[in-house]
């Protein structure tokens, strides 16, 4: 039985390593900054959110990797691995070891943020959301072992678990919410929350035993009803136009619907809420309004790390054979790709949109906004905030379409090690970003700041620079007419982003310049390049 137990946990490590590099990799560089930062206050002062935030990215992770289920297309279903239930262990171990294991590293990442990052910043933060998370793992894994016939009904029950152990983690945070005093109501949670973790286990141990003895697939008078339902809806009759075409769509109906659905859920379950308990706060609703206009961006970038790998749901980066097999070329199928991560990101803003909409109109304090866009208009103009809304709105598409699609010529690879090279990258240079602002704003002299803006100046200009070298050697062996017509987008969207910048930059004779190069780098170019030939060769390897 020990032999088993062992095999279970080392296939739970294994199989999460690279989620594991990710989570470890945000944990040692916030907190190799935490440590080297000489001026802490200001660090924290303006980056406190973004730490939060990767945090909780963190702990999102931990999640995936101890949710313990895999896909089997064959019997359409997403659950407890079958092969587990042929080990020599009784059900209650199956369940008691991804449970326990997982409940202490959930800890272990939390106890590493709050010792390694958040106190050297002389920023304690509290150990209650701790206690939250030790019951909330094992609701996740019961709701994902019990459902796994019922993707649709499994989303939406996590959809508002998460909310709700969310909001029993922010308690503490909100005291005036509460009808009785802080230090009486948690040990009342703290019973609550025990209750649930045993409730848990029980209903993931009842769960798995139904299943190991041949029922619970979900296919009960529920799923022959709605497949009945399903049926019945009008189908498409038409054929396909091209094979990019039914690319497109197969892309779509894969993957593209998640980010929607993710951004849809965060504002229902999440900015409503929090909106309306906070409607009379002023300074809210600016926190408010600048996390909404983020909150695409956010997600694609979450999403963008599964949408760039050939198959989201398999967790894999190598191509299945079906699809490494079928007529038509890579070229094609990057393309579908960079056209559904477009589709997807504009439907995205759609309910970011409204949600703003109907928000400020309705129940928001104003006060503050008001008062900022009535100096805006003074400065600017009318006529000239609604291009710069106009601009900004396409900014931020591209930002969204970016998250999705930078990471494509690493996921379609078909290689792990390229994948985390490339994701050690990108928080490597926001650590390098952050350190070198840091180091400006600590040496920065007046009478020095000629060499500064030479110093930033340069860099840009080799990013640039480099940017374009790549570009021309990554785009050297696509065909002729898609490089011509990549281009003229890519010139379009940089050249809004250069008037965006030209508008809202002030008018100091030094910022400009580095405005403008700096605005010609958010749009990606070079790495696209190298997609179709690196999903050329994954297509291709033995």
């Known amino acids: 039985m020990h032999a088993a137990i062992l ?4 296939e739970l490590l294994r199989r999460g390593r690279r989620l594991a590099c990710w989570a470890i990799g945000m944990i040692l560089g916030c907190a190799v900054v935490a440590f080297s930062a000489s001026d802490k206050t200001r660090l924290l002062d303006n980056f406190e959110p973004g730490l939060y935030l990767l945090m909780i990215s963190s702990l999102i992770l931990v999640f995936a990797i101890f949710h313990q289920a895999e896909f089997n297309a064959r019997k359409n279903w997403h659950g407890f691995p079958y092969r587990m239930f042929t080990l020599p262990v009784g059900t209650s171990v199956l369940v008691i070891v991804p449970m326990v294991t997982g409940v202490a590293v959930v800890e272990l990442v939390y106890l590493a943020w709050a010792e390694l990052v958040f106190k050297p910043l002389h920023n304690p933060i509290s150990f209650w959301p701790a206690a939250v998370l030790a019951a909330a793992l094992p609701c996740y894994q019961a709701l994902v072992w019990s459902l796994a016939g019922f993707r649709i009904t499994r989303l939406i029950a996590l959809a508002f678990a998460g909310m709700f152990f969310m909001d029993l983690g922010a308690f503490p945070a909100f005291p005036t919410m509460l009808p009785w005093p802080v230090d009486k109501v948690l040990p009342a949670l703290g019973i609550f929350l025990t209750v649930m973790a045993f409730a848990a286990f029980f209903a993931g141990w009842i769960a798995l035993e139904r299943q190991r003895r041949g029922g619970g697939r979900g296919h009960g008078w529920c799923q022959a009803r709605m497949g009945f339902i399903l049926d019945a809806l009008p189908r498409r009759k038409t054929d396909f136009a091209s094979e990019a075409a039914a690319q497109f769509w197969l892309e779509w109906r894969w993957i593209g619907w ?33 996390w909404a206009l983020a909150l695409p961006a956010i997600l694609a970038t979450a999403v963008g790390v599964g949408f760039s790998t050939p198959d989201f749901w398999s967790g894999g980066v190598a191509i299945h ?23 997807s990101a504009a439907v995205a803003w759609i309910p970011v949109l409204g949600f703003l909409a109907f928000w400020l109109s309705r129940w928001a304090n104003l006060s503050g906004l008001r008062e900022l866009w009535s100096d805006e208009i003074i400065l600017h103009g009318a006529v000239c905030w609604s291009v710069i809304v106009f601009l900004f709105l396409t900014f931020a598409l591209t930002l969204t379409w970016r998250g ?33 602002y840091f180091y400006l704003m600590q040496q920065f002299k007046w009478e020095r700041l000629e060499q500064y803006v030479q110093w930033v100046q340069g860099a840009l200009v080799l990013a640039v620079g480099f940017k374009v070298w790549l570009a021309v050697f990554s785009w050297r062996k696509i065909s002729a007419s898609r490089t011509g017509q990549y281009a003229a987008i890519w010139a379009t969207g940089t050249g809004a982003f250069v008037l965006l910048t030209l508008l809202l930059c002030p008018n100091v004779f030094w910022l400009k310049p580095l405005a403008i190069m700096t605005a010609l780098l958010p749009f990606p170019l070079a790495r696209l390049g190298f997609s179709p030939a690196a999903l050329n060769r994954n297509r291709h390897q033995p």
């Open 258 to 290: 998640l980010l929607p659905s993710c951004t849809s859920a965060a504002i229902v379950l999440i900015f409503l809420p929090v909106g309306w308990f906070s409607r009379t706060d002023a300074g809210a609703t600016l926190w408010i309004l600048g």
């Open 7 to 10: 095999a279970m946990t080392w």
């Open 404 to 436: 999705m699609v930078c990471n494509l010529w690493a996921g379609l690879s078909g290689s792990l090690q390229q994948c985390l090279a490339a994701s050690a990258w990108q928080i490597l240079a926001v650590i390098l970003v952050i350190r070198g």
């Open 321 to 343: 054979p079906f699809q490494a097999v079928r007529p038509i070329s890579s070229e094609d199928i990057v393309v579908a790709k960079l056209k559904v991560a477009l589709l």
